[in-house]
């Protein structure tokens, strides 16, 4: 049986669903206001986007994916707004037989799923403390993860990851 069998097969027996989705913490820190939404009409701050993905086996089936998300805007004198958000997810996944396809779909897919949730959390803080909308780019959840997959298999440990 080719691997190609093998994972067809795999295919029809895997299962994945979505559980639940939850906001597990929000904050935001908007420190110059009001003053910074009192200045001048130039909306032009630097924008940094970070993320991790935290994951926790609940049951045998059952996984906890938490999608931390932090997005800041700076000028360059100070900074303008901070947000740090975790979106949550409960998915049962079974009847996979690989871990390296288990790991992909905690990894890639669950954030995938969990990422339009935090965007529309981060633009709805960043719009109630007064700041111009800001929408959120999809992110490379598969890139990032085999980037760091390929690193690991070089024998290499890439800092802060939390690649399971």
Not at 12 to 21: E, G, M
Not at 73 to 99: P, R
Request: glycine share 4%.
């Amino acid at each position: 049986m080719t691997e190609t069998d093998v994972a067809a097969k795999e295919a029809d027996t895997a299962k994945f669903s979505l559980v639940r989705i939850y906001l597990k913490d929000a904050s935001l820190e908007a420190p110059d206001s009001p003053a910074g939404l009192l200045g001048d009409d130039q909306w032009n701050p630097k924008i940094s986007l970070d993320y991790r993905v935290q994951l926790a086996k609940l049951s045998e089936d059952t996984h906890d994916v938490v999608l931390t998300v932090t997005a800041s805007a700076a000028d360059e004198k100070k900074t303008i707004f901070l947000i740090e958000i975790q979106q949550g997810g409960v998915f049962e996944i079974s009847n996979v037989k690989k871990q390296n396809r288990l790991n992909r779909l905690l990894n890639v897919r669950c954030p995938n799923i969990l990422f339009p949730y935090a965007s529309e959390t981060i633009d709805s803080l960043v719009v109630k403390a007064g700041f111009p909308p800001l929408m959120l780019a999809p992110l490379n959840f598969r890139g990032h993860y085999e980037q760091i997959a390929a690193s690991r298999s070089k024998g290499e440990q890439p800092p802060d990851e939390e690649l399971n």
